[in-house]
């Protein structure tokens, strides 16, 4: 017989609160007593997508860095003639990293192997690999330790690494792209499954050019922001003049900054404003009166057959 659901349940139920490396300790500390009696292949894949579950993915350092190879460049940032580093240009405002480093803090040595002027460590003999790779080394939720110049005083933090926050994420995790829809604006969240859908495998050199200097650039300043656009419209009477917005980005609506799409929708479905007033990307204006759109929004769903004004995920 072989462990079932409720096997894991039984595993899994006490450990929630724990950190997640001790979780898989203990986690393997327990399904090794039923290891001896149990030799299935079956049962080592199960564990094996666990730990598959469990382990979030590889980090990376949360920073855009710059070459010190540049010796009037070292002058200025006050390195004597025998350190070696790289320069931070930026923090992701997201990363841990962001609470103790700063821009033009100079990255001496991570884990305390030095780093030199060009970004690179030692790798094989007589071989330099860029120091990403010391980063590559270890899981998400580690510790590494940093040691870096700052005003010509040397600063030494440990840093627990994790996943880069993208404000244009990779993938949506097998979910529905979420949506919102008032008066046929048809409102989502831009990533890169988003991106190919519309602009093709080639979506890198096809999509507009903002959209792709967010992607490529663009870093997120909280948490939960998204970048937000009106994908299309859906033409009706209520939005003519509009019908050629496609893939424009929602800075704010009526007056407040758009963070992500269910805040959008939350500001739109308690608004008691008489108009709707979306600022959008390349200074233009979209501006509604509410009742007119509201009442207009379940015709136009009608029409196109689209069950729900919102997608499930961000029902509000």
Not at 154 to 177: M, N, V, Y
Not at 186 to 202: C, H, I, N, Q, T
Not at 297 to 306: E, K, S, V
Request: proline share 5%; charged share 20%.
């Amino acid at each position: 017989m072989y462990p079932s659901q409720f096997c894991w349940t039984i595993f899994l139920s006490p450990l929630l609160s724990f950190d997640i490396f001790d979780l898989l300790i203990i986690i393997t500390n327990r399904v090794s007593t039923v290891l001896t009696s149990i030799q299935s292949a079956e049962f080592h894949m199960q564990l094996l997508m666990l730990y598959c579950i469990l382990l979030p993915g590889f980090p990376i350092l949360g920073i855009e860095w710059q070459k010190m190879e540049n010796p009037d460049l070292r002058k200025a940032m006050g390195m004597k003639t025998d350190q070696k580093g790289v320069r931070i240009r930026r923090i992701e405002p997201t990363a841990p990293e962001s609470g103790c480093m700063q821009p033009s803090d100079i990255i001496l040595s991570f884990d305390g192997i030095d780093i030199a002027n060009d970004g690179t460590v030692p790798f094989r003999h007589g071989e330099r690999i860029g120091f990403s790779y010391l980063v590559s080394q270890k899981y998400t939720g580690e510790k590494a330790h940093v040691k870096v110049l700052r005003s010509s005083k040397i600063h030494e933090f440990k840093i627990k690494l994790a996943i880069h926050k993208k404000l244009i994420p990779a993938h949506i995790k097998g979910r529905p792209p979420s949506y919102y829809i008032v008066a046929g604006f048809v409102f989502m969240v831009v990533s890169v499954p988003f991106l190919r859908a519309e602009y093709g495998k080639d979506y890198e050199f096809d999509a507009p050019v903002k959209l792709l200097d967010k992607h490529l650039h663009a870093m997120a300043q909280s948490p939960d922001e998204q970048l937000v656009v009106v994908s299309q419209v859906l033409v009706a009477d209520i939005n003519i003049g509009y019908e050629e917005l496609v893939n424009t980005q929602v800075l704010a609506f009526n007056g407040k900054p758009v963070n992500n799409l269910k805040q959008l929708a939350t500001m739109v479905e308690d608004c008691k404003e008489e108009l709707l007033k979306f600022d959008m990307d390349y200074d233009q204006v979209v501006v509604l009166e509410t009742k007119t759109a509201k009442a207009a929004t379940q015709d136009i769903l009608a029409t196109h057959c689209i069950p729900s004004v919102m997608s499930d995920d961000w029902k509000v």
